[in-house]
């Protein structure tokens, strides 16, 4: 009876044994690997591609080559005429436009807007404020909101501290100019902007009736509003401060300005 019994413990056990060998076999464990982290990419390590990829074009002038110099003139120039009052500064969407001088604005060249200078006078503008001074080439028309006097670059504005406030006093002293300042010259009025296509057409209409010798123009500006000029007989200045004095709208403002 002994052996018997113990031939049962040990066969009970070797049952044993095998049921745990087959356990084991069909379940094999998992190994658990912790990879290391994925390399974080810095700042500058990001945006080495995109920068890589911007042209100079793109970059404009004033990341490319340091941007563009003020206009030159002889150390001793004398101020021909002076005026204060209050700058603004313009850029998008009049960059790279075809300007009232006929080149193509580059808001980063050391230029403005005025209206009643000769093309291609050179100011020196100083903002009332802070004390700082530079010289700007006139190249275009404007600013056209009442109670400006100047329309200044992007690159002039930075240089003149009215780029983040937008606007501010200055004094402007003509130092050079290509023509005379109080003769000749070929002038027009610009009244506007019209935020309506129809509003614009309906004065350039009136406009046309009333003074028929005159050139009336209606054009949309790169800003989205419409404007209307008049180009009065032989360009005359009398002529068109008359007409500028003799014409009131109830949608934007007159301006008297200067073609050439």
């Not at 500058?44 to 920068?51: C, W, Y």
């Amino acid at each position: 009876m002994r052996h018997k019994a113990a031939s049962l413990v040990f066969s009970f056990a070797i049952f044993i044994l095998l049921l745990l060998l087959l356990s084991g076999c069909g379940h094999p464990k998992q190994a658990w690997v912790n990879p290391p982290p994925a390399p974080e990419l810095t700042s500058t390590e990001s945006s080495q591609p995109e920068e890589a990829a911007r042209s100079d074009r793109e970059k404009g002038p004033e990341e490319t080559s340091g941007g563009f110099a003020e206009p030159a003139i002889p150390a001793n120039s004398l101020p021909l005429a002076i005026e204060t009052g209050l700058a603004s500064w313009y850029g998008p969407p009049y960059h790279n436009r075809v300007g009232a001088n006929g080149e193509v604005y580059n808001m980063h060249a050391m230029t403005a807007a005025h209206r009643t200078l000769p093309l291609g006078t050179i100011v020196r503008v100083t903002n009332l404020k802070t004390g700082h001074a530079a010289l700007v080439r006139i190249t275009d028309r404007g600013p056209f909101i009442p109670g400006r006097v100047i329309d200044l670059s992007l690159a002039a504005a930075r240089k003149l501290d009215v780029y983040l406030p937008g606007t501010a006093e200055v004094k402007l002293e003509v130092m050079q100019t290509p023509a005379p300042l109080n003769t000749g010259g070929k002038w027009a009025v610009q009244i506007g902007g019209f935020r309506h296509e129809h509003e614009a057409s309906k004065l350039a209409g009136h406009l046309e009736r009333r003074y028929h010798t005159a050139k009336v123009l209606r054009f949309a500006s790169p800003a989205g509003d419409w404007w209307v000029r008049v180009r009065v007989l032989d360009d005359d200045h009398g002529r068109a401060q008359q007409l500028a004095a003799e014409t009131t709208t109830a949608e934007g403002a007159v301006f008297l300005v200067r073609l050439d």
